[in-house]
């Protein structure tokens, strides 16, 4: 059976198949995305699948009980809840887990027939500062590139991305384009020495945070140079003077700001400059900023002042870290969108409104993750519905993100997995269906939908999110809009939606499956949106017509001020911690952790420090170090090197209660966010670091 892998947003298809007891699962070498390649991660699928740890009934208030009482008691919860306080006294909180028909019925519920739009996602925390400047510069959340572009260019740039660990199949894919062709080049600015930037052609080891200036720095460069493509940006473009003006005049301005010498910065400028076709592949390095959607769009404005954009192996591209974010986004599952790449203005909800056969459709955009959730802290969201996500490790200030859920009124959490650090809170648990039980489409990072396929029966009692939620709508009176028998009629509406009086104004337009039959659901082949009556085989690149989706289809340069990162209190031996993904662990690993040969990179929580910082604080190898700051302390193991820049540390973001119960790094991120996206600043913390015992 051909399936997607479920953990990033590369988006690899694999073939499983039943052997005996188990389940074979390999890398589908015709799918677009891997070509038959899975990482370490994809290759141990099977191992995940076992009933070891799931959720297998419904459980309301400590006591297992039957589907019907539970999905009554939600429903009444959700009903008195509205009627005393009104309809954004509830929220959904989703995840880019979750598949795109169950996240189309979770927004259709909250936003067509609630009447409120807090429906968001952890999606947020992944790539909302890339989908805010889309919109800025093209008026629309497109992502304008295909994977086949990474091979395709000659100079491979990666910012805030360590993409061996993090999208092993793309880099892979790279590095064999970097070995074949002579000409292609790949720079790495990442503040520390990853295991991508080890194998790069020019590594810029720029101070956490100046990135934006570093991109500001290289449009005024190309300008100095004469390498603007004067013609595009006249043609097809606004604002370009006002985003140029904003620039700093010198590499040597630019070199001090970012922390690096005048001759690797010329270096990478010239190399941008001379190059014909480069790709900027951007992840949470920039995106989890206080100034993410910014520093985005100092990276679009390069490409569209060079025109590189909208063809072959050129383009601003940003990688999405989970497998359904982009799906995420289509549906609506971001407070800010409404459904359908519609927006809440006059012409989107009258459309929706009209589509969904509603009068109660929600008229402005809800609440966002940090948000909602400070909503619930202050008793303005009664009841919190979590699906197919852990919030108490993966949101900032996971101390007080445990405090907020533990004095939720009513928190409903609907997981595969009965034990997770969220769960532990929970009023009601609804048992979800996992992967390998589950049907539906996710959508990766260069818009290729690609179907999940369910060959192994739901455990227990586990039922689909997109079954729970319709069971819950019929409740609460919406029994209408929420007759869903298989998940192909879901993803009918939706693409009949996405085609809904679309004149070519938006860009995601599926509406050539607004027919599609079951038979022709379950033989889905991967393809690239928009597939509609223009585009039927899908569209690999898009802006080959130097045409935008903003009102004079010209792109838009924003000028970009850099912001450094908002770091808390200083101590005179603090250092920055950074974050982010180890190489064999998914998220929370509440399901890679089931894989034995995935433990087995990393045993323990490790903080990594320069060794001239070690010397200062006394902290020799393999000590355990208590690392704090006012929110909280965590405990971690010492590795020192010369790979982690002086004043900096590093953590990885996984470890959860289960493994590590003082040792989560969002214990000690900060509760903000870019103002624009909403995306928390993840990555840069202050913290003070300590030997608490030595081995
Ligand atoms: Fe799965 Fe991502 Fe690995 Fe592909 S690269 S196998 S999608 S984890």
């Given amino acids: 059976m051909k399936s997607t892998c479920p953990y990033c947003g590369v988006g690899c298809g694999v073939l499983a198949k039943p052997v005996n007891d188990s389940v074979s699962v390999q890398g589908d070498a015709e799918h677009p995305a891997n070509a038959g390649k899975l990482c370490i991660k994809g290759s141990q699928l099977s191992s995940t699948l076992t009933s070891h ?18 999905l009554d008691y939600v429903a009444e919860k959700f009903r008195q809840s509205i009627e005393q306080y009104g309809p954004d006294s509830v929220a959904f909180y989703l995840s880019g887990q979750i598949l795109s028909e169950d996240y189309y019925v979770a927004n259709k519920l909250m936003k067509g027939f609630i009447g409120s739009a807090n429906v968001d996602t952890n999606s947020r925390l992944c790539m909302s500062s890339a989908v805010a400047a889309y919109k800025r510069a093209f008026g629309s959340d497109t992502v304008p590139n295909s994977y086949d572009d990474l091979e395709e260019t000659d100079l491979m740039i990666l910012i805030g991305s360590n993409a061996a660990w993090t999208h092993p199949i793309l880099y892979q894919r790279m590095r064999a384009a970097q070995k074949k062709n002579p000409h292609y080049k790949m720079v790495v600015i990442d503040p520390k020495r990853s295991a991508t930037a080890g194998e790069a052609d ?36 606004n604002n370009f003077e006002q985003a140029l ?20 910065l010329r270096q990478f400028y010239d190399w941008f400059a001379n190059a014909k076709r480069s790709i900027s592949f951007y992840s949470m390095g920039i995106n989890q900023s206080n100034s993410g959607t910014d520093k985005c769009n100092a990276i679009i404005n390069v490409h569209l002042a060079s025109g590189q954009i909208g063809k072959p192996g050129c383009g601003p591209y940003s990688i999405t870290g989970q497998p359904n974010a982009m799906g995420g986004r289509e549906v609506g599952g971001l407070a800010n969108t409404l459904a359908a790449h519609m927006e809440f203005d006059a012409t989107g909800i009258d459309k929706v409104s009209r589509f969904w056969r509603s009068n109660n459709i929600a008229k402005a955009p809800g609440l966002k ?15 919190l519905w979590v699906i197919g996500t852990n919030p108490a490790v993966s949101l900032p200030d996971s101390d007080r993100i445990k405090r907020i859920l533990q004095q939720c009124e009513c928190l409903i959490v609907s997981d595969c997995m009965a034990e997770t650090d969220t769960t532990q809170y929970a009023d009601v648990l609804l048992p979800a269906t996992g992967w390998g039980e589950k049907n539906g489409t996710v959508t990766n990072a260069d818009r290729t939908i690609s179907r999940q396929r369910g060959f192994i029966q739901p455990l227990g009692q586990a039922r689909h999110d997109w079954w729970i939620i319709s069971e819950v709508a019929k409740r609460l009176g919406y029994g209408d809009a929420f007759q869903y028998e298989h998940a192909y009629e879901i993803f009918r509406e939706h693409a009949q939606l996405s085609g809904f009086e679309n004149n070519g104004s938006r860009d995601f337009d599926i509406s050539a499956f607004s027919n599609i039959t079951q038979q022709q659901y379950d033989s889905l082949k991967p393809i690239q949106w ?4 223009t585009y039927p085989s899908g569209k690999a690149r898009m802006f080959d017509d130097q045409q935008f989706f903003t009102a004079d289809k010209k792109a838009n340069f924003i000028a970009i001020t850099p912001k450094l990162p908002e770091l808390n209190a200083a101590d005179k031996n603090s250092l920055i911690l950074n974050n982010g993904r180890g190489r064999d662990q998914w998220h929370t690993m509440t399901r890679t952790s089931a894989a034995k040969k995935l433990n087995s990179h990393e045993l323990y929580p490790s903080v990594l420090i320069n060794p001239l910082d070690a010397k200062k604080l006394s902290i020799m190898a393999n000590d355990l170090v208590k690392i704090a700051n006012k929110n909280s302390n965590t405990l971690a193991i010492a590795k020192l090197s010369t790979s982690q820049s002086p004043g900096e540390c590093y953590m990885s973001i996984h470890w959860n209660q289960q493994f590590a119960n003082k040792t989560k790094a969002n214990n000690l991120t900060q509760f903000i966010a870019d103002p624009v996206s909403g995306q928390p600043q993840y990555k840069q913390n202050r913290v003070q670091a300590q030997a608490v015992t030595t081995k």
């Avoid at 619930?376 to 009841?383: A, F, G, P, T």
């Avoid at 928009?530 to 009556?533: A, F």
Wanted: proline share 4%.
């Fill in 53 to 70: 740890g799931r959720l297998q009934a419904p459980v309301v208030e400590n006591q297992q009980t039957s589907w019907t009482q539970a």
């Fill in 245 to 264: 003006e904003a620039c700093p005049q010198t590499l040597t301005e630019v070199a001090l700001f970012c922390g690096i010498s005048e001759n690797k």
């Fill in 369 to 383: 993750a940090l948000d909602m959730f400070e909503a619930v802290e202050q008793d303005k969201i009664k009841v």
């Fill in 530 to 533: 928009p597939v509609n009556e």
């Fill in 202 to 237: 020019l590594h810029l080891a720029i101070k956490p945070g100046t990135d934006a200036m570093l991109y500001n720095g290289l449009l005024a460069y190309l300008a100095r140079v004469g390498k603007l493509d004067q013609t595009f940006i006249n043609q097809h473009t």
